[in-house]
């Protein structure tokens, strides 16, 4: 599998900040007395190593590839009840020569006494004659001649590995987006802390300026006051923006797989190395809807189900035809008067052919079919559900993308504009022009647009990925899974654009297609 070129840190464009030094240069300087907490010996990620690590380390990508183990698993247990089978099988058995019993032969006797002694073997001979050890072995091969409903089941258990391999890829696409997600939630988080502190130093400056001219007597004592109250409202904000960030590290840290490290001291068990880029995309949302079916894992997977249950139908069809298995092997069976433990030993060829069928059944195989069929049409229908659904997911991703690129543009031209007007808001009030509330305001304004601006750069990048995801176009696979991957999962077979139906069958007109008519009206006052 290869990663594809959209996961790469894009190119850093200028920064649109109109502050001296960048909000997110600051950001990466940022230290404990900052963040709350250490970043000492943090593995630093990348995005594209973050994606990496996700897809060798996440849990649902782990579990999706063991249902592939466990779908081949389940190809070899089917299979084998076609194939043939050899197996030994003995019977061992040893009687104490004294509960044998030869009354047997005491109706030979006359006049009640016992029976002439023949060959010198007295009273009891043939009893003696006999072996106190019996044994019986045999190995015999069994072989299905002939059974409709294990022949489809195999060619089931096939479609099923191929819904697990798919179920691979969909879970490849979202934690990809999920990690594109959250690694830029970090960033986004990470530098919003900065508009805090700079919101909260600003507002302290303010106090303190207002503080020193109340000492002078040219301000009262309201505008200390106030300034006091508008910085203990903006602390709580940066408390709230780091703890936000702490917090998205901890579940980007969980995404990724990585274990809590134990140590002397708390620390944060990853630090992030990015930006937010704004990098326009042209949608064509017509042909991004069609790549969508064509591409999405999902619909490939709901596909592979409905050929699988079409196979579970002819399981139940062959509950009515006949079943045939043929049983071959060798024995070696004891003798019951045998001079000796391996001598005499009588052996041969055994061969059996069974068969069965079931003429008459009150309705089992039938009402079977019926259930079959009736799951099989619950999978077609939702199928084509879960192509609307990929319709709807697209469309949405597409209006939520030109939302937030509306958003960035708008707030974008903003920054500069309240950053000015907090400037001249600051230079009347010290030429005695302005009041301190304008100040106030303009400081108001200013954070607010800085932290619009970062929250619509994360939204953007945010809304691409869901958008790749939805499209189908997260990750490109060079079909290596070290593997796993079936070769019919690269044929027609799974063909999901537009003219196919659930089965993969071209599409057919339904017959409910909108037409158009169009008549020619005179008016009343024409010729004809």
Same mark, same amino acid.
């Given at each position: 599998?290869?990663? %594809?070129?959209?996961?790469?840190?894009?190119?850093?464009?200028?920064?649109?900040? %109109?502050?001296?030094?960048?909000?997110?240069?600051?950001?990466?300087?940022?230290?404990?007395?900052?963040?709350?907490?250490?970043?000492?010996?943090?593995? /630093?990620?990348?995005?594209? &190593?973050?994606?990496?690590?996700?897809?060798?380390?996440?849990?649902?990508?782990?579990?999706?590839?063991?249902?592939?183990?466990?779908?081949?698993? =389940?190809? /070899?247990?089917?299979?084998?009840?076609?194939?043939?089978?050899?197996?030994?099988?003995?019977?061992?058995?040893?009687?104490?020569?004294?509960?044998?019993?030869?009354?047997?032969?005491?109706?030979?006797?006359?006049?009640?006494? %016992?029976?002439?002694?023949?060959?010198?073997?007295?009273?009891?001979?043939?009893?003696?004659?006999?072996?106190?050890?019996?044994?019986?072995?045999?190995? /015999?091969?069994?072989?299905?001649?002939?059974?409709?409903?294990?022949?489809?089941?195999?060619?089931?258990?096939?479609?099923?590995?191929?819904?697990?391999?798919?179920?691979?890829?969909?879970?490849?696409?979202?934690?990809?987006?999920?990690?594109?997600?959250?690694?830029?939630?970090?960033? =986004?988080?990470?530098?919003?802390?900065?508009?805090?502190?700079?919101?909260?130093?600003?507002?302290?400056? @303010?106090?303190?300026?207002?503080?020193?001219?109340?000492?002078?007597?040219?301000?009262?004592?309201?505008?200390?006051? @106030?300034?006091?109250?508008?910085?203990?409202?903006?602390? %709580?904000?940066?408390?709230?923006?780091?703890?936000?960030?702490?917090?998205?590290?901890?579940?980007?840290?969980?995404?990724?797989?990585?274990?809590?490290?134990?140590?002397?001291?708390?620390?944060?068990?990853?630090?992030?190395?990015?930006?937010?880029?704004?990098?326009?995309?042209?949608?064509?949302?017509?042909?991004?809807?069609?790549?969508? !079916?064509?591409?999405? *894992?999902?619909?490939?997977?709901?596909?592979?189900?409905?050929?699988?249950?079409?196979?579970?139908?002819?399981?139940?069809?062959?509950?009515?035809? *006949?079943?045939?298995?043929?049983?071959?092997?060798?024995?070696?069976?004891?003798?019951?008067?045998?001079?000796?433990?391996?001598?005499?030993?009588?052996?041969?060829?055994?061969?059996?052919?069974?068969?069965?069928?079931?003429?008459?059944?009150?309705?089992?195989?039938?009402?079977?079919?019926?259930?079959?069929?009736?799951?099989?049409?619950?999978?077609? /229908?939702?199928?084509?559900?879960?192509?609307?659904?990929?319709?709807?997911?697209? &469309?949405?991703?597409?209006?939520?993308?030109? @939302?937030?690129?509306?958003?960035?543009?708008?707030?974008?031209?903003?920054?500069?504009?309240?950053?000015?007007?907090?400037?001249?808001?600051?230079?009347?009030?010290?030429?005695?022009?302005?009041?301190?509330?304008?100040?106030?305001?303009?400081? =108001?304004?200013?954070?607010?647009?800085?932290?619009?601006?970062?929250?619509?750069?994360?939204?953007?990048?945010?809304?691409?990925?869901?958008?790749?995801?939805?499209?189908?176009?997260?990750?490109?696979?060079?079909? @290596?899974?070290?593997?796993?991957? *079936?070769?019919?999962? !690269?044929?027609?077979?799974?063909?999901?654009?537009?003219?196919?139906?659930?089965?993969?069958?071209?599409?057919?007109?339904?017959?409910?297609?909108?037409?158009?008519?169009?008549?020619?009206? !005179?008016?009343?006052?024409?010729?004809?």
């Amino acid at each position: 599998m290869s990663v %594809p070129s959209t996961l790469a840190t894009p190119n850093e464009s200028p920064s649109t900040t %109109p502050s001296p030094t960048p909000i997110a240069e600051r950001a990466r300087n940022l230290g404990e007395s900052d963040l709350g907490v250490s970043e000492e010996g943090a593995p /630093i990620f990348r995005i594209d &190593q973050a994606v990496i690590t996700a897809l060798a380390q996440n849990p649902a990508v782990l579990q999706a590839l063991q249902e592939i183990r466990r779908t081949k698993g =389940v190809i /070899i247990q089917i299979r084998a009840e076609a194939l043939p089978q050899i197996g030994p099988s003995s019977s061992f058995n040893w009687t104490d020569p004294n509960l044998r019993d030869n009354s047997s032969f005491s109706t030979f006797s006359t006049g009640g006494a %016992p029976p002439p002694p023949v060959g010198g073997m007295g009273h009891g001979g043939i009893k003696n004659l006999r072996s106190d050890i019996s044994y019986n072995v045999q190995v /015999i091969g069994t072989q299905l001649v002939f059974n409709y409903s294990t022949f489809r089941s195999i060619r089931g258990t096939f479609f099923q590995r191929d819904s697990a391999y798919f179920a691979l890829r969909n879970t490849v696409d979202s934690t990809i987006a999920l990690v594109k997600t959250e690694f830029y939630q970090v960033i =986004v988080n990470r530098e919003l802390i900065v508009v805090q502190e700079d919101s909260v130093s600003l507002l302290q400056s @303010q106090l303190k300026d207002q503080q020193n001219r109340f000492e002078a007597g040219t301000v009262p004592r309201f505008n200390v006051l @106030q300034a006091q109250v508008q910085l203990y409202n903006q602390i %709580p904000q940066l408390i709230a923006a780091r703890n936000a960030y702490r917090i998205s590290v901890l579940q980007l840290a969980k995404t990724l797989g990585l274990d809590y490290v134990p140590g002397t001291r708390v620390r944060l068990p990853l630090r992030v190395n990015g930006d937010l880029t704004y990098n326009p995309r042209k949608i064509d949302l017509l042909a991004a809807i069609e790549e969508g !079916k064509r591409n999405r *894992p999902f619909l490939k997977q709901q596909r592979a189900n409905v050929l699988n249950q079409i196979e579970q139908v002819h399981v139940a069809i062959g509950s009515w035809l *006949p079943n045939v298995n043929a049983n071959g092997g060798g024995e070696w069976l004891s003798r019951q008067f045998n001079p000796g433990f391996f001598e005499n030993v009588s052996k041969g060829w055994l061969t059996t052919v069974t068969g069965s069928w079931p003429i008459f059944d009150s309705g089992m195989a039938w009402g079977k079919i019926q259930q079959q069929r009736a799951i099989l049409s619950q999978q077609e /229908i939702t199928y084509d559900d879960d192509v609307r659904q990929v319709e709807l997911e697209i &469309q949405t991703a597409a209006s939520n993308l030109a @939302q937030n690129r509306e958003t960035v543009v708008a707030t974008e031209k903003n920054l500069e504009t309240s950053a000015e007007a907090l400037r001249l808001a600051k230079a009347r009030l010290d030429a005695g022009a302005g009041t301190q509330l304008d100040v106030l305001n303009a400081q =108001v304004q200013q954070t607010t647009a800085q932290s619009t601006y970062l929250q619509a750069l994360f939204g953007y990048i945010s809304s691409l990925a869901e958008f790749d995801r939805a499209t189908g176009a997260q990750s490109t696979y060079s079909e @290596q899974f070290n593997g796993v991957a *079936p070769h019919a999962t !690269k044929t027609r077979t799974y063909y999901t654009g537009s003219d196919a139906d659930a089965r993969g069958r071209p599409k057919h007109p339904t017959g409910w297609e909108s037409t158009t008519t169009t008549t020619t009206s !005179k008016s009343q006052g024409g010729g004809r």
